[in-house]
């Protein structure tokens, strides 16, 4: 069904089918049958079945209506090795917001969970991968340890949006915007969008609190 009301064209004037959330929100487009947000950061493609797969080769549903995705709460996991990613491509006009539908029965929309973004309050805790670690506080400081003492550093950070701005303090660039690409609860991918070009991205995991060993025995020996 590759109607007009589907079909727009990209700043390249490249013909791309536009996505909804099932909320009415414009959440992205198809271009070349691969799946890009509304920024045009690729999201994964979809097969000749009409099955839509994510980035990482995960199952992500089924195309529903040409602009439409719907997972089965009933299938299993499936996966299939990742594609070569794409250029980033350009977006169309995002076109206005649709009236909410229903998702169909026994299904959920898979663009929910792949494109939520994080709350400031969400992003309050210690993140941490490998190499480093960050801990965003509620007072709005920050503090950035890494491997390598010249990487830790402190200063103070917000949201907006999907930036994530830390003024770090005593460096050579100091306000500093990392792009939220994708936000899962406890993952966080960052991508530092430095003044003369983009750093590749990073993941970064919630690191839970380890309990106090002295305040537990303590505890103990009270009861």
Known sequence: MEAYDFNFLNSDQEP?????????????????????????????????????????GTWLGHLVEQSYLARDLRALPQRRPPQVPPVPARPPMPPAPRVAQVVRAGCRDPL????????SEELIGEWGSDDESL?????????????????????????????????????EEPERTYWVIEFGGDSLLLRWMRKTGRSLPFWLYRRTAQPNIQEAADESQAT
């Open 16 to 56: 791309c089918t536009v996505v909804f959330k099932w909320t009415g929100i414009y959440a992205g487009f198809f271009k070349n049958d691969r799946l890009f947000d509304r920024f045009g950061r690729y999201l994964g493609w979809r097969d000749a079945q009409g099955s839509v797969w994510k980035y990482d």
């Open 112 to 119: 929910e969970a792949l494109l939520r973004m994080p709350t």
């Open 135 to 171: 801990r965003l506080s509620e007072d709005g400081s920050f503090q950035w340890t890494g491997m390598e003492p010249a990487t830790d550093a402190i200063g103070r950070w917000e949201l907006h949006g999907q930036e994530l701005l830390l003024g770090w303090e005593s460096v």
